[in-house]
């Protein structure tokens, strides 16, 4: 069974700093470039950023380019994104995800990210 567990979430202040990781199972790691994607409130998915197989290249939304920092460790199935200057538009869930050749898309239940003062 694919499992995805996201974890680090938490309330913070605007410009303070939050690593999430999202531990995984159930399948090859290594096999597959991963996602981290978000949903702010009463808002739709966006994607924020992803990583390649091996963690040699990584793609970021530009809003979060030089502020977020994605990474994999694959003997410890873990992928993170350091969040770093953390602003009030970046509250919501935060998602890991991969996709499978077809289509078909794997998704933790999220870990929620609340910035404010």
């Known amino acids: 069974e694919v499992k995805l567990v996201e974890s680090g979430g938490g309330l913070v202040q605007p410009g303070w700093s939050l690593r999430l990781s999202c531990e995984v199972s159930?399948?090859?790691?290594?096999?597959?470039?991963m996602n981290w994607v978000r949903q702010a409130p009463g808002k739709g998915l966006e994607w924020i950023s992803g990583i390649s197989w091996n963690g040699d290249v990584s793609y970021y939304a530009e809003s979060m380019k030089g502020r977020f920092t994605i990474s994999r460790d694959i003997r410890s199935n873990l992928l993170f994104l350091q969040m770093n200057n953390l602003k009030p538009e970046d509250t919501g869930v935060y998602y890991c995800?991969?996709?499978?050749?077809?289509?078909?898309?794997?998704w933790g239940k999220g870990t929620w990210v609340n910035v404010s003062s």
């Open positions: 159930g399948f090859t790691f290594d096999d597959y470039a």
């Open positions: 995800n991969f996709a499978r050749v077809g289509g078909i898309n794997y």
